[in-house]
């Protein structure tokens, strides 16, 4: 975290074993669910892979932490019956990660019944996904899909040390889309070495599949992960007060003519040109009724 001035503040080294339980359910009756939505679920931490722009393994380490699937039930029902949510988004670093784990969460899903009452989504990795665990996911309410996919080059895969090919991305989304699930791709501009070739690569690779929604986003170096280290060394990062610029969706919701400074610019490339692509490649997906009503009414 950081203090008043900007300054970062280390905390304490990450926990061996990190037991979830053992902290209290989120006070949500202190909100007044008539104002916000409060259908976001988190039942594990962590993530075992190295992608150098993930800040998840500083605070979770590479290891996987997970609630038990009775907390799990216990505050789905409480948002269900008692704040009256019926779309309901797991936020996992990796959600199906564990298929015996996820197995007995959407069982007990379907032996509460809350299937009946609320639909729920989950971001995941494309690579972790068979026939057999989305079929259980769609019998147990789950109808939508977030793939953090990044990009679409193997190039920029092992760039960017995700562990996982384009090919395994097409082929989990389309096992998705097979089982009727909403898919949606998250897509990350501004990588060391990107060209605009790469980006455009990106949009193609969101229209070629037929992707519900999408999101192209910034990237944003966080203190602790390659990305950062490169963005020093490369003379190329720009901090502003309290690190306000650190938003992964700023050159998007910013608007066109705003000011907004990224904080890592790639060698090839402006602010300008980089924030254009950007917004360019998020207004050009929905530019057609279809994909302007699936982002409107989901």
């Known amino acids: 975290t950081f203090d008043a001035s900007g300054n970062i503040v280390h905390g304490s080294a990450v926990i061996e074993k990190l037991d979830l339980n053992m902290y209290p359910s989120f006070p949500y009756d202190l909100i007044d669910t008539s104002k916000y ?3 976001l679920v988190m039942t594990s931490r962590g993530c075992p892979y190295e992608c150098i722009f993930c800040s998840q393994r500083n605070i979770s380490s590479r290891r996987l932490n997970y609630r038990s699937t009775n907390s799990v039930i216990d505050e789905l029902n409480f948002l269900i019956h008692k704040c009256h949510q019926t779309s309901i988004m797991f936020v996992d670093d990796f959600f199906t990660a564990n298929h015996s784990r996820l197995t007995t969460l959407c069982r007990a899903i379907r032996d509460n019944g809350l299937h009946k009452s609320a639909c729920f989504g989950a971001q995941t990795r494309a690579d972790s996904l068979t026939s057999e665990i989305l079929r259980e996911m769609r019998s147990s309410g789950f109808n939508n899909l977030s793939f953090g996919m990044e990009v679409a080059s193997e190039r920029m895969m092992t760039l960017i040390k995700k562990g996982e ?4 991305i097409v082929n989990g989304v389309k096992l998705a889309q097979g089982e009727g699930f909403i898919t949606e ?5 501004g990588f060391p070495e990107e060209t605009f070739e790469d980006r455009l690569r990106c949009f193609s690779l969101a229209q070629k599949l037929k992707l519900d ?4 986003n ?3 170096p966080y203190p602790g992960t390659r990305v950062f280290e490169i963005a ?11 690190w306000s610029n650190f938003n992964s969706a700023g050159a998007a919701s910013s608007g066109i003519g705003s000011n907004f400074v990224i904080p890592y610019i790639p060698d090839g490339t ?3 040109a980089l924030q254009g692509s950007i917004l360019i490649s998020n ?3 929905y530019l057609n009724f279809k994909s302007l009503s699936k982002m409107i009414n989901p």
Do not use: D, P, S, W
């Open 283 to 285: 207004i050009m997906f």
């Open 185 to 189: 791709g998250v897509f990350i501009y």
């Open 232 to 242: 020093k060394e490369q003379n190329r990062l720009t901090i502003h007060k309290c």
């Open 165 to 168: 090919t384009v090919a395994q």
């Open 270 to 272: 402006t602010n300008g």
């Open 218 to 220: 910034n990237l944003i």
């Open 37 to 39: 939505h409060l259908g």
């Open 213 to 216: 929604r999408v999101r192209f």
